[in-house]
C-alpha cells in the first residue's frame, strides 16, 4: 500500500466498529481496545491476534511487540487484506463487513498468526515459530505447520479441525472449510504434503495426502479422500475420489458452490 494514499480498509474497519459500539454499547470496550484505540490496521491485528494468545508465560504485550513488525511487512500485510476481502466476498456470514471477520472469524485470525509464525520459521527463529504454532492449535483448533507455504486471498471457513502439513504448498485464492486435511500418509520423511493450486474449493472433511498436485480450478468434494494427482478444473468426490465432472467456473474457490456437478456419465468416471 502507498503510505501517502488513505487505507480505505483501515477507515472502513473504524467506522464498522463505531457503529458496533452504538448498537451494542457492552463491545464498546472490545471494540476500542481493538480497533478504535489502535493506530492502524497492523496494530489493530497485532492486538487482536496478541490477545487471543497470550497466556502467563507470553503476556499479550510481548506478543504484540512482535506481531507488529511482522505483521507491516510488505508481502504479510498484502496477503493479510487479501485474505480479509476474500472473507467478505466468500462468506455470507460475515454480512458483508470487514468487522465481523476481522474481531471474530478463527479462520482470518489463525492464518494471520500462521502468517507470522511462517515468517519466523524462514527467519531461523523455529523454537518460537513452533511455539506459535501449538499456541495457534489451542486457541483456535486448526494445526498449520510454520513451514507450510500459504498463497494469498486464502478462505478458511468454519477453521475448525484444518491441518496443513509441513510441505504442504497453497496456491492463491484458496477456499477450504472445516475438516480439511493436507496431510502425509505416514511416516515418510522429506517433501510428503500436497501442493494446491489457484482457485482449489476443498469442500468440508475432505482429506488431500501424501506429496501429490491438486490442479488449479479443480473442485474436490466434502469427506472426499485424494491420495493421487487431480487434474486441472475437473471435480473430484469419494473415497478414494475421483473425477466427476468439471466445474461451471474457472475458480471453484470464489464460487464456493460445495455441490458436485456431474458432467461426464457414470461409466465414464474413474479413479485419480
Known amino acids: 500500500m502507498n503510505p501517502h494514499e488513505p487505507d480505505r480498509?483501515?477507515?472502513?474497519?473504524?467506522?464498522?466498529?463505531?457503529?458496533?459500539?452504538?448498537?451494542?454499547?457492552?463491545?464498546?470496550?472490545?471494540?476500542?481496545?481493538?480497533?478504535?484505540?489502535?493506530?492502524?490496521?497492523?496494530?489493530?491485528?497485532?492486538?487482536?491476534?496478541?490477545?487471543?494468545?497470550?497466556?502467563?508465560?507470553?503476556?499479550?504485550?510481548?506478543?504484540?511487540?512482535l506481531f507488529a513488525p511482522i505483521l507491516r511487512e510488505r508481502s504479510i500485510s498484502k496477503a493479510s487484506r487479501r485474505d480479509l476481502s476474500a472473507v467478505v466476498e466468500r462468506d455470507p456470514a460475515a454480512n458483508r463487513t470487514l468487522v465481523v471477520p476481522f474481531l471474530h472469524f478463527k479462520g482470518f485470525q489463525s492464518l494471520q498468526a500462521y502468517r507470522i509464525g511462517h515468517k519466523l520459521w524462514t527467519s531461523g527463529r523455529r523454537d518460537l515459530a513452533l511455539y506459535l504454532q501449538g499456541r495457534i492449535a489451542t486457541v483456535y483448533g486448526v494445526d498449520f505447520h510454520p513451514a507450510a507455504v500459504i498463497g494469498e486471498g486464502i478462505l478458511i471457513d468454519h477453521a475448525t479441525g484444518v491441518v496443513v502439513g509441513e510441505t504442504a504448498v497453497v496456491g492463491n485464492d484458496v477456499s477450504m472449510l472445516h475438516g480439511v486435511t493436507l496431510g502425509g500418509t505416514g511416516k515418510e520423511t522429506g517433501d510428503r504434503h500436497p501442493k494446491v493450486g489457484d482457485g482449489v474449493l476443498l469442500g468440508a472433511g475432505a482429506k488431500v495426502l501424501g506429496n501429490i498436485r491438486i490442479g488449479q480450478g479443480s473442485k474436490i468434494g466434502a469427506g472426499s479422500v485424494v491420495l493421487s494427482d487431480v487434474p486441472e478444473h475437473v471435480t473430484v468426490v469419494g473415497v478414494p475420489a475421483r473425477i466427476v465432472g468439471r466445474p461451471q467456473v474457472d475458480q471453484p474457490a470464489l464460487d464456493m458452490d460445495q455441490r458436485v456437478e456431474s458432467s461426464i456419465p457414470e461409466y465414464y468416471t474413474y479413479e485419480i
Open 9 to 65: 480498509i483501515w477507515e472502513h474497519l473504524r467506522l464498522e466498529a463505531r457503529a458496533i459500539s452504538e448498537r451494542e454499547p457492552i463491545l464498546g470496550t472490545l471494540v476500542n481496545d481493538r480497533i478504535l484505540l489502535r493506530s492502524d490496521f497492523w496494530d489493530s491485528l497485532a492486538t487482536v491476534l496478541s490477545r487471543r494468545l497470550a497466556e502467563e508465560a507470553i503476556p499479550a504485550d510481548t506478543l504484540h511487540k
